[in-house]
Nanobody, 127 residues
Framework: QVQLVESGGGLVQAGGSLRLSCAVSGRTFSNYAMAWFRQGPGKEREFVEAISWGGGSTYYADSVKGRFTISRDNAKNTVYLQMNSLKPEDTGVYYC????????????????????WGQGTQVTVSS
């Protein structure tokens, strides 16, 4: 069993920044991958970014390119999402997700491929 706990959400003005954190605990595989997804009001949950165990490989959604950066500190069992130049359309609940291994983009961007999820943290961007 793996537990994921997100933090760092809040209310921010357009153009501002937030950093989300996801603390990982429990019985994890040695080379697990992590990702962030989000779900806006009235929308389906969508992929944001994913990162491999060593951090050398990442995937990101076109909508966040150049603005969001995923990173991880394996010594702290924590994954981060640095969000800059936030827009009102970034509003939603942000979830971190765990997958036991890294894979191709088509797999890593699909929410059904993830084994565990956090409870989510709300991000609201005002215009």
């Amino acid at each position: 069993q793996v537990q994921l706990v997100e933090s760092g959400g809040g209310l921010v003005q357009a153009g501002g920044s937030l950093r989300l954190s996801c603390a990982v605990s429990g019985r994890t595989f040695s080379n697990y991958a992590m990702a962030w997804f989000r779900q806006g009001p009235g929308k389906e949950r969508e992929f944001v970014e994913a990162i491999s165990w060593g951090g050398g490989s990442t995937y990101y959604a076109d909508s966040v390119k150049g603005r969001f950066t995923i990173s991880r500190d394996n010594a702290k069992n924590t994954v981060y999402l640095q969000m800059n130049s936030l827009k009102p359309e970034d509003t939603g609940v942000y979830y971190c997700a765990y997958r036991s291994s890294w894979s191709l983009k088509g797999v890593m961007t699909s929410l059904v491929e993830y084994d565990y999820w956090g409870q989510g943290t709300q991000v609201t961007v005002s215009s």
